[in-house]
Nanobody, 118 residues
Framework: VQLQASGGGLVQPGGSLRLSCAASGFTLDDYAIGWFRQAPGKEREGVSW????????YYADSVKGRFTISRDNSKNTGYLQMSSLKPEGTAVYYC????????????WGQGTLVTVSS
């Protein structure tokens, strides 16, 4: 049972990346998906959240209008499309799965590094 985050890399300011969060050993459709990031020397912060079922979505103000969260249940995978990236977006990005009705995240991915720099 695991979540595998991938898709990070080096991108120039203004560029785009798509992060993936692949689940194995459980059905991601039964879980909400959360994306978090932790920049060097800073605390981890929530970036986006997508519910299971009704499609409710949350974006942090810092990414609203630039990031898009989605899921493909046929692939048991979640995504975070990031556009108009800024240098302050440099961080390790983590995905997590929250079981319906739970207040905590049950599974965490290992993190993928995104570096926004020219």
């Amino acid at each position: 049972v695991q979540l595998q985050a991938s898709g990070g890399g080096l991108v120039q300011p203004g560029g785009s990346l798509r992060l993936s969060c692949a689940a194995s050993g459980f059905t991601l459709d039964d879980y909400a998906i959360g994306w978090f990031r932790q920049a060097p020397g800073k605390e981890r912060e929530g970036v986006s959240w997508l519910s299971s079922g009704d499609g409710s979505i949350y974006y942090a103000d810092s990414v609203k209008g630039r990031f898009t969260i989605s899921r493909d249940n046929s692939k048991n995978t979640g995504y975070l499309q990031m556009s108009s990236l800024k240098p302050e977006g440099t961080a390790v990005y983590y995905c997590a799965a929250q079981r319906i009705g739970s207040s905590s995240y049950e599974y965490w991915g290992q993190g993928t590094l995104v570096t926004v720099s020219s």
